[in-house]
């Protein structure tokens, strides 16, 4: 009962928050507030399977462009689709779903895709793990240039409805919160910080490592589709440059750099990511010192890995705020 009156009231002050930025922030700035939140949901996300399980996975990027590719096929007008896909398949020229079903549909393919390729992968550790999801994003990327029938090849997909708003984002981003943290505050979560910290010690205690490896994987995917969709419909034009090895790293950059650890730092790292890059871009157009902000963000990806290993936040944010405030009243007893 108090879990849900905890999650009632910061739903409740979200909504406000939200509705004053829908009523009052310029375009531009609510453009940055609604890409903060699709960033969130993929590293909140991420941060299930490398951070809560070990499982370092370079793969997301590639969910995130089947969720992109299959929501948008979904969505995308009947009427235009004889002549932006003339080619495509006789199974796909009257498949559409709504908006809402499409991102479902997306992110379960991606889960599907996830369920399949884990089976193997999964069995692999350290290096040969990141190197063989690597190779998935990979196979994506390839996929999506030359299936040109169904992806458009490097044309990539415009004229996609724009469906995507902040309430939709939001609403995602807060479900994919509140998931992680049942899952985490449970005796599955546990089981998998056993994994993360020690998986001989885990396997010895009884724990099915490989399962609930899979498991957050596979709900990690999920997510990940569902925030290609809701990047595709934001965007309205996706490509496969779009879903690169860049984008891969940049999300990397924001788990650790905000705390692989805590659901907290995974967000606290996309919104620092956010702000940072719309900080440094115009620095780096006015120098013409083209990758200055690449360069910048490998020195802080460096410098939190050597200072900071586990990230700005290593606790979550809810405990570091009842610490101060205990920390507060002890100081005034004093």
Known sequence: ?????????????????LLLIDSFASGYHKYLIELMGIYA??????????????????????????GA??????????????????ELPEILKGAYLPYPAALIVGGLLAAAIAFVI??????LRGHYLAVATLGFMAVVYSLLLNLEPITR????????????????IYLWLGLTIY?????????????????????????????DTFRYRLVAFVIGAFFAGVAGGLYAHLITLIDPRAFSFVLTFNIIIMLIVGGMYTISGAWLGAV???????VLRPVEESTGLYGLVELIFSALLVAIMIYK???ILEEELPALVRRWLKAGEGSKRS
Do not use: C
């Open 118 to 123: 884990g089976f193997p992968v999964l069995r």
């Open 153 to 168: 090849g490097a044309l990539g997909i415009s004229g996609i409805p724009e469906y995507t708003n902040i309430w939709w």
């Open 1 to 17: 009962m108090r879990d849900a009156k905890r999650v009632l009231l910061t739903a409740l002050i979200g909504a406000a928050f």
């Open 309 to 311: 290993p586990r990230g």
């Open 179 to 207: 998931v992680t943290w049942r899952i985490v505050d449970s005796y599955h979560g546990r089981a998998m910080i056993a994994i993360r910290e020690d998986s001989i010690a885990a396997q010895s205690l009884g724990i």
């Open 69 to 86: 590719y299959t929501a948008s096929l979904l969505t995308f007008p009947l009427e235009k689709r004889p002549s932006y896909f003339p």
């Open 272 to 278: 620092l990511f956010t702000v940072l890059m719309q």
């Open 41 to 66: 949901i993929l590293t909140v996300s991420l941060g299930l399977t490398n951070g809560f399980t070990d499982v370092f996975s370079l793969g997301h990027v590639g969910f995130m462009a089947v």
